[in-house]
């Protein structure tokens, strides 16, 4: 029996992972970081585009602060999320990115004076202030009122990790990569580690630590098309389901990003928009400001994404042998602007595509298709990142329904999560091992560990002939196809029976050679039934969910409904034999929101049901805002809402010009 | 909705076939021995080595093992030597090969897992931590307050040399490497460059030579520029070994 003994144990390197693992550290504890792949190689550093912080440097950005930053969040999420996490998040985003400056980050900066930018398909002139020269550049995004997003070119989540995760050896954070954790070890509610799989030669190894965190990323790969990488599987979301004790929030919020490229479904970032690029159709007509006057393409992107799709089926879709499409357009920037900012697009566009996006006309326009692209459901946690039902068990990032994000993200607030959380959750996780002892029977640790081994096992004896690969590609179809952007009943229906079905249909698979060694069909025999079970945590969220909210949306019940759906959805899964997940909800409390729900100011203004308490606490909150009078945004935010941070996380933010005000 | 595995069928008709010969050796089991695999296979419109080897695995040899990650050339993961000439294996076209004939061979120099399947995460760390590769100040930063102004020309300066992915191709494409085990190579000599230049980072010329002063470090690069010419993100390798060079000769 192999068994790794630490205080912190830490499932995933990503951004959030790593972090986290830098909080623990530390605070002098042993800390372990556990990776499928090297840890530079997590899919934090496919972000592209940038990170959000409310640093409002750039003469784009004056005026903005937590409070602008909150409310642009709150909106997006369309009023899914949890508003004390959110401005936890906003009040921490611009420390950790002047942490990861001094980190050696290199954002892009300003430069004084005059520079030309390209706003709603014209050129225009800004003007950089003096005093914000070498300060933090931003550039605009989706669904924010300000520009926020700093970056460095289009491939900020590469330098973001690189950074952190040298800051982690640099600590001697220890790092163990090509593992897989698998199982979740436990005892009476309590977490106490994990079993691992050692990817290189099949070992299983128990890791026990007095907290555990999992920190793996999002579920994408159970969708045909996704931006995202190859390892996001969703492995450490399922592991938790499966011990019946953790639930899964919100699982049916599934983000759909806009401009994929097609068909390889490589993301092109959001700041091709958010720098002035612009989508066409087949005539190349830019269709998006007829449906959205305001935002136009820098509409949430569920919205976006939806618009896009609704074109299409005007009859406006680009015909090609890998089905309709539409154009991005990024030409107009500039050649210049391009090489310097959308480098990375520009390599990806012309060695998948041979197209050069800088190229003058449409001869440089990219086929682009939404395609899924974001996780907003995960293990659903306290405020403090831990499981609301296992002790011991914390979660960060895109593995985590910790609930910033509710039904649609922001683009720039994935990567700025990460890190922000895992300074937060990172903290609070750092503090729970501190005060714990280690205390896992032995016993029960060689229980885990055998039931693991005679899984494992009991797959190889499996000999019903099915491949298990094609039992993960007609997965894969049915969320594609049935639980994708536009959703109903009866697909969903469909679905659902569907998915059940290919979850029994797993134990009728053959894996060709007999061995729980470095195995890598094994390894898919594992993985699908967990990321079955995730699909049908999805697909039944999805098909209860009677309403439209997000990028959640039903075309049956094409109304957000706060009345009846102001809520979470909660996934378990009760009993090891069981089929389908066990859901119930969670109610979101109008009555102590910040920003009650109103409408988003983009997306359809006449399809909500508003909930009369709605009302009622907007008129709560001017009346506590009359009471106080005139005091600054601080007090009448703590009057709203007041909420906590650990650290000196929630001291004032100094900005350009205005100071701690 | 496209779907690259579900080509028109009577599109299908003229894709040529292809032939992709692979390196199968588990090291770890007493009974391998190394050995070529060829697999014939239909190409399809802007197939990638990523499209043709998960084809491969999942319809034809489940047992395969190769490394991809992102499959977008931005995670590094996927470098192996292709026809004789170590790429990333996801930003390799298959239509670029006019016989229709690819030989894939794991990346030499790392620790060999399986078939095309390399440990290149532990080597990149230790190298990591070698060279140091982190902001060295003795200044105390207070997260809340403004950060430090950095000129925009040296940002970006910085982020040009930051953009490495760690993928080894530098080292694959090295002979020093092939000589001395320890040799940092190009990917840990960028990476002194890409901190000496850094405003936030303290360190003198005395420390970094430390570092790499001697025959593992900057002294050991023969200027054959293999590194440079294979680097897929082309950074300009060979120019800033120079410039590590000359301030280190000046220690």
């Known amino acids: ?661 | 909705m496209p779907n690259e595995n579900n080509i028109d069928e009577n599109r299908e008709k003229e894709f040529r076939e292809i032939e992709i010969t692979v390196f199968r050796y588990n090291p770890q089991d007493k009974n391998s021995t190394p050995e070529y695999q060829t697999y014939t296979l239909e190409e399809t419109p802007g197939m990638t080595l990523y499209v043709a080897l998960i084809k491969i695995w999942s319809s034809m040899d489940p047992d395969l093992s190769f490394d991809f990650v992102c499959r977008a050339g931005i995670c590094g993961s996927c470098s192996m030597v292709v026809n004789g000439k170590p790429r990333l294996a996801c930003k390799t076209r298959t239509n670029e090969f006019p016989d229709g004939k690819i030989t894939l061979l794991p990346l030499p120099t790392f620790e060999h897992i399986k078939d095309l399947s390399v440990d290149t995460g532990n080597w990149m760390n230790s190298m990591s931590k070698k060279v140091e590769s982190w902001i060295h100040t003795k200044e105390e930063t207070d997260i809340a307050a403004l950060e430090k102004p950095i000129e925009p020309d040296v940002a970006q300066a910085v982020f040009d040399l930051d953009r490495c992915i760690e993928c080894g191709i530098c080292l694959a494409s090295c002979s020093t490497k092939i000589m001395h085990e320890d040799f940092v190579g190009a990917v840990g000599l960028n990476r002194t460059a890409r901190f000496a230049i850094d405003p936030h980072d303290e360190r003198s010329d005395e420390e970094f030579y430390e570092l790499i002063g001697d025959d593992n470090g900057v002294f050991g690069c023969m200027s054959l520029m293999g590194c440079e010419d294979h680097c897929p993100k082309d950074l300009p390798l060979q120019t800033k070994i120079a410039y590590m060079r000359r301030k280190m000769v000046k220690v």
Request: aromatic share 6%.
């Open chain 1, 1 to 661: 029996m192999k068994i790794i003994y630490t205080d912190a144990l830490i499932v995933g390197g990503g951004l959030a992972g790593l972090r986290s693992a830098i909080a623990a550290k530390d605070k002098g504890l042993d800390t372990i970081v556990l990776s499928m792949v090297p840890v530079k190689r997590s899919h934090s550093a496919a972000a592209q585009g940038g990170m959000q912080a409310s640093l409002g440097n750039t003469v784009m950005g004056e005026g903005d602060n937590e409070d602008v930053h909150f409310s642009d969040t709150v909106k997006g999420s369309d009023w899914g999320c949890d508003q004390d996490v959110a401005r936890m998040f906003v009040t921490t985003a611009p420390k950790a990115i002047r942490e990861l400056a001094a980190w050696g980050v290199p954002w892009n900066r300003i430069g004084k004076g005059p520079r030309d930018v390209i706003m709603n398909g014209e050129k225009e002139t800004i003007v950089e202030k003096d005093e914000a020269h070498g300060l933090i550049n931003a550039r605009d995004f989706g669904g924010t009122k300000k520009w926020r997003t700093c970056y460095t070119s289009d491939a900020t989540g590469h330098t973001m990790l690189y950074a952190v995760a040298n800051e982690a050896l640099k600590r001697d954070v220890e790092i163990h990569d090509k593992k897989e954790a698998i199982s979740i070890i436990h005892e009476y509610g309590v977490c106490a580690g994990v079993v691992v799989r050692d990817l290189i030669n099949g070992d299983l190894i128990a890791y026990i630590a007095k907290g555990t965190m999992i920190a793996t990323g999002g579920y994408g790969r159970i969708y045909k098309q996704s931006t995202n990488a190859i390892i996001c599987k969703g492995i450490g979301i399922a592991m938790a389901l499966e011990t019946g004790i953790a639930t899964l929030g919100n699982m049916e919020a599934v983000q759909f990003h806009p401009t994929p490229i097609v068909p390889s479904g490589i993301l092109l970032t959001e700041g091709c928009r958010g720098d002035g690029g612009v989508l066409r159709d087949k005539d190349g007509y830019r269709f998006m400001p007829d449906y959205e006057p305001e935002k136009k393409e820098l509409a949430s992107r569920d919205v976006v994404s939806r618009r896009m799709i609704e074109h299409i089926r005007k009859g406006k879709g680009v015909k090609s042998p890998n089905g309709d499409h539409l154009w991005l357009d990024i030409s107009i920037l500039g050649r210049e602007h391009i090489e310097k900012n959308l480098h990375d697009v520009q390599d990806i566009s012309m060695t998948f595509n041979g197209i050069d996006p800088a190229d003058e006309g449409e001869k440089g326009w990219m086929p682009v298709l939404p395609m899924q692209h974001y996780s907003m459901g995960g293990i659903r946690t306290k405020v403090n990142g831990e499981s609301t039902t296992m002790k011991g068990l914390f979660c960060a990032g895109e593995a985590s329904c910790w609930d910033l994000h509710g039904f649609n993200r922001l683009g720039g607030n994935s990567v700025s999560e990460a890190v922000v959380a895992g300074m937060i959750v990172g903290e609070y996780f750092a503090a729970y091992c501190e005060k714990t002892h280690l205390n896992a029977n032995t016993f029960t640790i060689q229980n885990f560990l055998e039931a693991q081994e005679d899984y494992l096992k009991e797959i190889l004896t499996y000999d019903g002939g099915v491949n298990i690969f094609d039992i993960k590609d007609r997965m894969r179809s049915i969320m594609q196809e049935k639980v994708g952007v536009f959703r109903n009943g009866k697909d969903l229906e469909d679905a659902v029976i569907e998915l059940e079905e290919l979850l029994k249909k797993t134990k009728e698979i053959t894996v060709k050679r007999k061995t729980i060694g470095n195995n890598p069909e094994l390894n898919e025999a594992y993985r699908v039934p967990k990321m079955l079970k995730l699909a049908l945590c999805v697909a039944k969220g999805a098909l209860e969910r009677t309403e439209s909210r997000g990028a959640h949306y039903r075309e049956d019940h094409i109304k957000r409904d706060d009345v009846n759906w102001l809520k979470r959805t909660i996934a378990t899964w009760t009993n090891p034999g069981d089929t389908m997940p066990t859901l119930s909800y969670e109610e979101i409390d109008i009555s102590k929101m910040e920003m009650p729900p109103a409408f988003r100011g983009y997306g359809r203004k006449d399809s909500i049901i508003l909930n009369p308490l709605s009302e009622r606490r907007a008129k709560e909150i001017e009346k506590i805002k009359e009471t106080l009078g005139n005091v600054d945004r601080f007090k009448i935010q703590e009057e709203l809402l007041d909420f906590d941070l650990p650290k000196n996380y929630k001291r004032k933010n100094e900005r350009v010009g205005v100071g701690y005000a």
